[in-house]
């Protein structure tokens, strides 16, 4: 089923409340030594590009709205087709 714009911006809030709630008590350390958060960061960032991207063909007046709405989609593809390059520094 196709997001509308509403739902879009409500994905990329909620993945970001989750990278923000599920990694604020965490150092670098404990963060790069857990694999599962790692994976769950990860994931919540390929959803917020994955939206970014909708917005940008759906709705790109939404999406010029975004800050660095471009670099959003560009790391969501790193993510994706980089898997086994991703620095971990980035990701946190």
Known sequence: MRRDVLGLLDDIRE????????????????FARDRRARQLVERNFEIVGE??????????????????????????????HGYDVIDDATVR
Not at 15 to 30: E, L, Q
Not at 53 to 71: M, W
Request: proline residues 2%; hydrophobic residues 55%.
């Open 15 to 30: 993945a970001a409340r989750f990278i923000a709630d599920d990694t604020k008590s965490m150092t670098f350390d404990a």
């Open 51 to 80: 939206a970014v991207l909708r917005l940008h063909r759906q709705a790109p007046a939404v999406a010029a709205r975004i800050t660095a709405s471009r670099r959003i989609v560009d790391f969501r593809n790193a993510l994706i």
